[in-house]
């Protein structure tokens, strides 16, 4: 519906007036859409809140076996990517489509980053057993250990599928970036997107401590 | 605020005569595919009615079971899973989605005076996805069949051991569930924003016709209960197919936190269900009594209020699941300061009621039938939330009747009122009144012999979700069995009811008398400024909003007509191009009138409408700074526009002769 009608802006939609509502209005729709992750993710982490509080001792020794270098290498390249990702949307508003798209690739590259050492410490998990509850068959950790490693696998699980949700739609602002989408003038894909990422990055510095360093 | 004006390229389609958003496109794509509110407002309606009977002929099997004391049409089994179906669909399926997206997608654009929501796509994604949910909820049946009633407790659900979930039935039913939960977080944000961003140049918070306030109150819950629940199945599902101990007992989870979570979204979801609802009766109640509003504010906050409370009593559904007493005594408290604006909105219905001028037209038939089952139903809410008499009701019939009397007495009364009073709009055909309000009364009757009966059969104990009923007593077993009977046949004459709507709306789509005018209900929103039905980008021009949506200065309280600081009878709304349009074209006029073959009418309005520009121009120095600046922008536009129209009246004239 976007097609170009004299002197209208190319991206402006029929249905709005200004290119300013437009943009207003898609981040606005943004900030709820974000409003209802937060509340989608504070059910498992009410979860969370429960269980540990019914389980405090094996959440104490569970965590024990969870990765803490991995996972701290994880934080380190989420935050470093969510600052590629703001100087990427940075670089769409001042017209600096080379600066956007490279900036763009970075973070995508980091995503990955993220979800290959992901990888390894999952398998290493499952390849011990420490898995959900029904499959559990580590030994040696006291209480009921399987409840930890369910929800690790859950809470962790469910991030690295909006990672992988993000590094789509991250390609996906790359491609039109580098077609010349995006200029002062309309920025709002890259800067929803860029909200988006945020919100994943701000999901993990909250179950990085919580899954990881719980003594 | 008007500063990028209507895109020209479009301006032909406005044009053409007799096109509206029906034939605007034609074939069956062009509907799957479209970006058109209104054409996805009709799928949602059309999709929702349709689950109604579907659910509707369930319920009639449960109650036909019923009849009789013994199993004799299911056996057990059997009969929970009609009853889950019965339930899911009408909640997941139908109710939720009926009102907001259905008629909502319709009519609230229309109202704010926009060309479509703010975004289009999700729009319509909503509703495909809202089909994929409800075809995963569908494939449940043939995978098995969901027994564990609408809710899904735990550990019942969970357990891939017990009676009939031993298949991947509650799956698919989770998933589907999952699934339609995003297609109302997306109407929800679409709304939102939608409210925020569109309104029209003028129409401020307070001049939003009601129905924008409670659809608004109703997407913000849906926007932020509907994600927990959307977690909950989630992890129910991993829980059954993968085992992590959150809601297991056998694994060491912890089944009634299923219980919170659950209620968490679904009481929140009870008034997603009722808002919409309200919503609709503070339309009908101003538009068919010609009377403005009485408590404008109170009403729109309260519904917010009620958005807000109904966030913090989802415990009132778990008195009796052993959580600690004190949990329970404020939950029931809290449940109490729900009555505080639910009450402030039906005395202000009933206080607009007063001294109107009451046309007991279908509609509003609906209207006063909400009125008196929705009281019911709220104050019956009382008794189930103190926590004394709560104990003796719990999963009795009581429940089962409180819940009818909101979701189907009022929510789903409220919706065909409104059906009935967006109808001729909608789809520009006329339904016959008579049997309108014979089925009407007919839904009245029948609903209340259902329903009523069970709130005595549930103050004698008899509990729900039971496919035979044997007491120990035969006194007892007599009065179950006779007011089950009674019930029984109150169902059938409910159904009869809703399938003489069912046939006779159908039948006013192909055989009904056209809708001739904009306004047939001389309502003053703006939906009714537009074409009947609309035309694809719904106003011709967008319209400026004046006043506010129920200025009715007819009738006023004290009977003495028009209010006293308005202009005697100027427009309320100007839909400024068609005005210009028509008083300086009257050849394309003339064609318009000759192919509708209502000249006389057309010409009177006419000459009101430029006797109404006269007053406006009249009353423009009145005007402030701001609305003046916003005109004059307008004012040149539509000298552009006429120059426009007047190249393209040629045009026409000359295809004309072309054709001769």
Known sequence: ??????????????????????????????????????????????????????????????????????????????????????????????????????????????????????????????????????????????????????????????????VLVGIIVLAWILMRARRGDFSSAYFTPVENAGLYWHLVDLIWIFLFPLLYLVK | MATVTTANGHASEHHEVGSNYLNARKGV????????????????????????????????????????????????????????????????????????????????????????????????????????????????????????????????????????????AIIWALMGVFILGFSSILTGVNFITTVHKMRAPGMTWTKMPLFIWGIYA???????????????LLLLTIERTLGIGIFDPALGGDPVLFQHFFWFYSHPAVYIMILPGMAIISELVTVHSKKNIFGYKPIAYSSMAIAIISFLVWGHHMFTSGQSELASTVFSALTFAVAVPTAIKVFSWVATLYKGSISLNTPMLYCLSFLFLFTIGGLTGLFCSTLATDIHIHDTYFVVAHFHYVMMGGTVIAFLGGLHHWWPKMTGRWYNENWGRFAAALVFIGFNVTFFSQFVLGS????????????????????????????????????????????????????????????????????????????????????????GPYDYDEISPDGQGAGADEDDDSPLYLDKKTEAKKAEEPKAEEKKAEEKKAEEPKAEEKKAEEKKAEEKKAEEPKAEAKKAEAKKAEETKAEEKKAEAKAEAKSDDEADKDKK
């Open chain 1, 1 to 162: 519906m976007s097609a170009a009608h004299g002197d209208h802006p190319k991206f402006l939609q029929h249905h709005f007036h200004s290119a300013e509502q437009q943009a207003s209005a898609s981040k606005l729709g943004m900030w709820l859409f974000l409003a209802q992750e937060v509340l989608f993710f504070g059910g498992i982490f009410v979860a969370y809140g429960v269980l540990r509080f019914l389980y405090p001792e094996t959440f104490l020794a569970a965590h024990a076996y969870l990765d803490v270098k991995m996972g701290a290498i994880n934080t380190v390249i989420l935050i470093t990517s969510s600052l590629t990702m703001a100087l990427g949307v940075r670089a769409a508003q001042t017209n600096n489509q080379k600066q956007t798209v490279l900036m763009l690739a970075l973070t995508i590259l980091f995503a990955c980053g993220f979800l290959v050492v992901k990888y390894f410490e999952y398998s290493h998990k499952i390849h011990v057993g420490l898995v959900t509850a029904r499959s559990f068959s580590a030994t040696g950790i006291a209480g009921s250990p399987h409840i930890f490693f369910s929800l690790y696998f859950a809470m962790t699980g469910l991030h690295g599928l909006h």
């Open chain 2, 29 to 168: 794509l062009s509907w799957l595919f479209t970006l058109d509110h209104k054409r996805i407002g009709v799928m949602y309606l059309a999709g929702t009615l349709f689950f109604f009977m579907i659910g509707g002929i369930l319920a009639l099997l449960v109650r036909t079971e019923l009849l009789t004391p013994a199993g004799d049409l299911f056996q057990g089994d059997t009969y929970n899973r009609v009853f889950t179906l019965h339930g899911a669909i009408m909640v997941f399926i139908f109710i939720i989605p009926s009102v907001p997206a259905a008629l909502g997608n319709f009519v609230l654009p229309l109202m704010l005076g926009t060309k479509d929501v703010a975004f289009p796509r999700i729009n319509l994604l909503s509703f495909w996805i809202w089909m994929l949910g409800t075809a995963f909820l569908l494939y449940s049946i043939i995978a098995g069949s969901v027994d564990t009633g609408w809710t899904f407790y735990t550990p019942y659900s969970s357990d891939p051991q017990v009676g009939s979930q031993a298949g991947s």
């Open chain 2, 218 to 232: 109703t997407a913000v819950i849906q926007v932020l209960a509907t994600p927990v629940l959307a977690i909950t």
């Open chain 2, 460 to 547: 004698q104990g008899m509990p729900r979700r039971y496919h035979t009923y044997h007491s120990a007593s035969p006194d007892l077993k007599a009065i179950f069995t006779k007011w089950h009977q009674v019930s029984t046949v109150g169902s059938y004459i409910l159904a009869a009811g809703l399938f003489i709507t069912l046939f006779y709306l159908l039948h006013s789509l192909f055989r009904g008398k056209k809708v001739a005018e904009k306004n047939p209900w001389g309502a003053k929103s703006l939906e009714w400024l537009t074409e009947t039905p609309p035309i694809e980008h719904n106003f011709h021009e967008e319209p400026v909003c004046l006043h």
